[in-house]
């Protein structure tokens, strides 16, 4: 791109658009077609903590499994009189 043509974010009370958005135009063909873009910022997700959450999670979901299936063999086994 030539110098008048560099990106430039725009400034003050008369700027529109987005704050993490990068506005641009440049012309073509003698400057007789235009193009106008922007670029926006979209932050990546925490990829760890996305992570963690997902094994806390089933790690909670798996001991509450656990815990209701003692719970079910302990009633059985006092239904059918075993004392432990």
């Not at 990829?47 to 209701?68: E, I, P, Q, W």
Request: no cysteine; glycine share 10%; aromatic share 8%.
């Amino acid at each position: 791109m030539q110098a008048r043509w560099r990106p430039r974010r725009p400034s003050g009370p008369s700027s529109r658009g987005l704050a993490n958005t990068l506005y641009f135009a440049n012309g073509i063909n003698s400057e007789g077609d235009g193009l106008f873009a922007s670029l926006a910022f979209v932050p990546e997700p925490a990829s760890l903590s996305l992570l963690g959450l997902t094994l806390a999670g089933l790690t909670f979901v798996r001991r509450r499994k656990l815990k209701s299936l003692a719970i079910e063999l302990l009633r059985g086994w006092r239904s059918a009189g075993v004392d432990l």
